[in-house]
Structures are given as structure tokens and as C-alpha cells.
């Protein structure tokens, strides 16, 4: 998928604050959402934009924030830019700590120079993710292009046959405490509980799970 250098720059800083990204595939036009799985996101407020997605998803690919892990990984890749070896020393000691992210933007707002080399390199770097993010999808959807495969159904669908995407509802307060929310086996069962109770006022799940 061939974006601008300018959509490619507005998608990077928008995902660099949470949000999660859109784009059409035919229009390039890009859609901005706050991440659902955020506790503290408000639907009400993506209402119109969500309905538009939800109504054309299949017209749509999605781009999300980058992994901790990976955010991790630029920032230790940064220490290795810094040439002042005292503040150098300090990036190390905050990454080696709790609260690696926190601590090393802590020792990063001490010294203006660093400040800003940081935010070139992290911007950079971003963006170069989000390059490769687009690649991945391009060669996904020539790999499908290519392949004559017969049509499976393995999405959600309501009692009217229309498509529901779990990723755009927000997860009740409960799936957010429960130690089975990243356990691939049971993710089928999570997103069928959850779909069937969509528009209820009290979340209810007796699989549920208290983490330890």
C-alpha cells in the first residue's frame, strides 16, 4: 500500500499517542480511533468513526501502536546514538530498572540536546515501522491475489448476518482483570461472551478468571 511521506508521518504520530489507524483501501483516507482495549477510552466519543469502520471493514486495513517490545528495543537502540557517556550511563541504568519507559524519559527531558536528538530518532524510527507495517500488508494482499483459495467464514456475525468486529468494542471492565485475556485458546470463547452481550448494562462471565 503506497502512502505520502506526509500520511506516513501523521500515521506514526498518531499511533505514538495510542490511537489506532485506518486506512481505506481504495480512498488512502486515513481514520483515527482510540485504542478500545484502553480502560479508560470513551466509544461514545468514536461513535461516528467506529459505525463507518465497522459498516466498511472489510474496505479497511488497520495499523496499530507499536508493541512494548518493540518500543523498548528503540530506546535501547537510541542509548547506542548518545555520545555523551555520562547520560549514556544513565539511559542504561534507567532501562535496567522498573519502570524502564517512565525512568528513561526522565533521564532523556534532563539534557535539551538528547531531548531533541531523541524525538528525530524516535519519529524516524516510527515511521520506518510504520513503512514496514504497510510492506507486510501489500505483500499479505498479493500473497491472496495470488492464491486460489475457497471462501472461509471465520468471523462473528449477528443474528442478521451482518459482520461484527470484536477489536471495536470496548473490553468490559471485567476481561481487563481476568488472567484468560491474552490466551489465544481461549480467545474464540472471550469474543463470543462479549459479542452477546453488547448494549448490556452488567457484564456477566462465569468463566472469568481473577489474575494472581
Known amino acids: 500500500m503506497k502512502l505520502s511521506?506526509?500520511?506516513?508521518?501523521?500515521?506514526?504520530?498518531?499511533?505514538?499517542?495510542g490511537m489506532i489507524c485506518y486506512i481505506h483501501k481504495e480512498t488512502k483516507e486515513l481514520k483515527f480511533v482510540i485504542?478500545?482495549?484502553d480502560p479508560y477510552a470513551d466509544a461514545e466519543c468514536w461513535e461516528e468513526e467506529l459505525e463507518e469502520i465497522e459498516s466498511n471493514f472489510d474496505k479497511y486495513v488497520k495499523i496499530e501502536k507499536m508493541p512494548s517490545r518493540d518500543s523498548f528495543e528503540m530506546m535501547v537502540d537510541f542509548v547506542e546514538e548518545v555520545s555523551n557517556k555520562r547520560i549514556r550511563a544513565r539511559m542504561v541504568n534507567a532501562l535496567e530498572r522498573r519502570k524502564p519507559f517512565a525512568n528513561f524519559r526522565q533521564v532523556v527531558d534532563s539534557n535539551e540536546t538528547v531531548r531533541q536528538q531523541w524525538f528525530k530518532f524516535r519519529d524516524d524510527t516510527y515511521q520506518e515501522w510504520v513503512r514496514k507495517q504497510l510492506a507486510d500488508i501489500l505483500e499479505s494482499?498479493?500473497?491472496?491475489?495470488v492464491e486460489e483459495i475457497s471462501p472461509i467464514v471465520n468471523g462473528f456475525f449477528d443474528d442478521d448476518g451482518n459482520?461484527?468486529?470484536?477489536?471495536?468494542?470496548?473490553?468490559?471492565n471485567l476481561c481487563l482483570s481476568c488472567k484468560k485475556r491474552n490466551d489465544p485458546d481461549?480467545?474464540?470463547?472471550?469474543n463470543l461472551t462479549r459479542l452477546d452481550q453488547v448494549g448490556e448494562q452488567?457484564?456477566?462471565?462465569?468463566?472469568?478468571e481473577k489474575l494472581g
Not at 141 to 145: A, I, K, L, Q, T
Not at 186 to 190: A, D, I, N
Open 186 to 190: 481461549e480467545e474464540m470463547v472471550c
Open 163 to 172: 459482520e461484527i468486529n470484536p477489536n471495536l468494542h470496548p473490553l468490559p
Open 5 to 17: 511521506d506526509a500520511q506516513i508521518k501523521e500515521i506514526a504520530e498518531e499511533l505514538d499517542i
Open 141 to 145: 494482499e498479493e500473497d491472496e491475489e
Open 35 to 37: 485504542d478500545m482495549n
Open 202 to 208: 452488567e457484564f456477566k462471565c462465569f468463566a472469568y
